[in-house]
């Protein structure tokens, strides 16, 4: 990665550390395999780590399953260290893009 991202990322990782200083949720974003389940009740995504895609499926809220698929990217939420407090996961492809969702959604 050129210096200038890795600058640009570090900017943004500071300016989401500086958002969350403080609070009872702080965020949290993982790159690894997510199973992406669409349905009735909108997107739920599990970590691969934790469920198969089988048993993500199985855990999904309610109603029908439209698609279901495997991802590599990288998770947000806001979770309450501990506790069991957190957000769904969010997954994106690129680093810079789960920053910016965790800055633009939880965030005044």
């Not at 990322?9 to 969350?20: G, K, P, R, S, V």
């Not at 993500?56 to 495997?70: C, F, H, L, Q, V």
């Not at 806001?78 to 633009?104: K, N």
Request: proline share 4%.
């Amino acid at each position: 990665m050129p210096q200038t991202q890795d600058t640009d990322l570090q900017t943004q990782y500071d300016e989401l550390t500086a958002a969350f200083d403080g609070e009872f949720m702080q965020p949290e974003i993982v790159h690894g395999d997510w199973h992406s389940i669409d349905g009735d009740m909108g997107i739920e995504v599990f970590p691969a780590e934790y469920f198969s895609l089988e048993e993500a499926k199985e855990n999904y809220s309610s109603g029908d399953i439209w698609e279901a698929e495997t991802v590599t990217g990288y998770g947000a939420r806001l979770s309450a260290p501990g506790y069991m407090d957190c957000t769904e996961w969010s997954v994106f492809a690129l680093e810079s893009d789960a920053i910016g969702y965790l800055i633009d959604n939880y965030t005044d």
